[in-house]
């Protein structure tokens, strides 16, 4: 028959047993995205460093492309602009700004036309940056729609005598096309951003540090669990032959 102590030795080694897998599993999963992470960042330096291309070469394989430059032309809206917000340029607090745009063979997309600071308030319009009329050719890193955050977000009022600020989703009107555009520069020099959209950090991160430190959680636990099991033979709640 088990005695009360024997079953408590059982049960702890049971928790210390599933606290080790945790731990190993956790440690798996750091070093994954770890993997990960360094996988996209060799992507993103290989593919910004490409010439640009026409993006009706492209547009069709956008997951394949994503952050190379393109170039394309057509028309801005500037009817139709969206603020992002929480975007953060030499530590200010600012929005993106996003203008739809209609290249000349019809497809309806947002280029991000970089930064801008906010304005007095959350509900005050910030000073952006005057959509250029008629036909333009830009040079723009192709982006995944995907990217773009899901919900609505502040929209410039079509009247700027006011501070109404009305609402737009990013995602509306785009069935068609999977991307957008981060701009770089254009046929106006006016179309330059003076905050273009950053290229992400490149770092590959603490990944790999945190799957050390997991493994190391994991040696402590069974260190633990060596010393319970010790004091428990000490003061006599198991018994010596019991192997736990």
């Not at 770890?34 to 394989?61: F, Y």
């Not at 600071?117 to 050719?137: D, W, Y």
């Not at 830009?138 to 982006?143: G, H, K």
């Amino acid at each position: 028959m088990i005695r009360s102590g024997e079953k408590r030795a059982i049960l702890k080694s049971l928790i210390a047993i599933l606290l080790i897998a945790g731990c190993l599993w956790a440690s798996q999963w750091q070093y994954h995205r770890g993997q990960d992470r360094s996988a996209r960042n060799a992507t993103i330096e290989t593919r910004i460093d490409i010439p640009a291309v026409d993006l009706a070469t492209v547009k069709s394989s956008v997951k394949d492309n994503e952050w190379r430059a393109v170039t394309t032309s057509g028309t801005f809206d500037a009817d139709q602009q969206i603020l992002l917000r929480n975007r953060y340029f030499e530590g200010k607090y600012g929005y993106a700004v996003l203008t739809r745009f209609t290249t000349s063979s019809g497809d309806s997309i947002w280029v991000d036309r970089g930064w801008v600071a906010a304005g007095a308030s959350a509900t005050v319009t910030p000073k952006t940056p005057p959509v250029p009329t008629g036909m333009v050719s830009i040079t723009a890193r192709l982006r995944l729609d995907s990217s773009l955050p899901s919900g609505s977000f502040f929209a410039l009022p079509i009247n700027r005598d006011d501070d109404l600020v009305s609402k737009l989703n990013a995602q509306s009107g785009l069935a068609s096309e999977n991307y957008y555009l981060d701009l770089i520069s254009g046929s106006l020099a006016s179309l330059t951003p003076t905050a273009p959209a950053e290229i992400p950090s490149l770092s590959d991160g603490p990944h790999l540090a945190y799957a050390v430190q997991w493994i190391l959680f994991a040696c402590l636990v069974i260190y633990g669990r060596y010393l319970i099991r010790k004091m428990d033979l000490v003061s006599g709640e198991v018994l010596p032959s019991k192997e736990l």
